[in-house]
């Protein structure tokens, strides 16, 4: 469950809420695609202890499940904000 905000006229208005937690989401999707990207490759760790490609693997899809806790937390915002505004709208 994220903490949620109310918004209403004495604080911060849900257009710039949408905006900026939209932002926030096309970052993640950005990283999240750059680190794809990057390489890590098996072979870079066979010298290494036995388990150290896994370690790495571990540690890599850790970081995506980070990125993608971060992407939903954003998201709820941006939600919320869009919900403001269609209330808004619809009065």
Known sequence: MTALPTIHLNGTGADSLQREYNAVRQ???AAATALA???????DFYPQELNAWYTAQAERAEAFRLLQLVSDYA???????????????AR
């Open 37 to 43: 990207a990057a390489t890590c490759n098996r072979r």
């Open 27 to 29: 970052a993640v999707t």
């Open 75 to 89: 998201e709820a915002w941006e939600l919320h904000a869009m919900d403001a505004r269609r209330a808004r709208e």
